[in-house]
């Protein structure tokens, strides 16, 4: 399991990138069916990752708690599934309900919105204001498999509390370790490694 770091070279104050994306029953989405009056998760996720499955409660109760607050919360499984089987469409639904997600959990087939948001691992998370404009973009907490530390969700907790609030960005920005995004051969981007 090699840690990646995040990238984070979507700038802070840009525009969420825009989608379209279906879930595995072929139900598409876009941004603006995701996003909530006060704001939008988004996190690209997949289902094999140690680093997600460490979280996944986790990240399941903060989005109930934060969609109750006004945010909206998407994961996004960008991996490529011919060669990463547990990544496939078929096995979304159940790896969501086992982790209590209740938001929608997208098929990015073609990389292109991994790409559109400098995405580099799983989990990465970005937090958008009530404009759609970037406050954060890193980790979930300092928690990681086998470090001992607890999955509080600390840091992306305070980064929706001032997206909530209308604050702005967090002075810290702690970007995300987990798996590389599994880029299908040729589609690794420029910015990654």
Known sequence: MAEVP???TLALGCAAPDFALPDASGSTFSLADVRGAKGLVVAFACNHCPFVVHLAEAMGNLADESRARGMGFVAI???DSSRYPADA???MPAF???SGWHFPYLV?????VAHAYFAACTPDFYVFDAALRLTYCGQLDGSRPRNGKAVTAEDLRRAIDAAVAGD????DQRPSTGCSIKWKPGNAPAYFG
């Open 96 to 98: 969501a309900a086992a």
């Open 168 to 171: 702005p960005p967090l002075a």
């Open 89 to 91: 469409p078929d096995k």
């Open 6 to 8: 995040s990238t984070r």
């Open 108 to 112: 990015d087939a073609e990389q292109s």
């Open 77 to 79: 499984n960008s991996n």
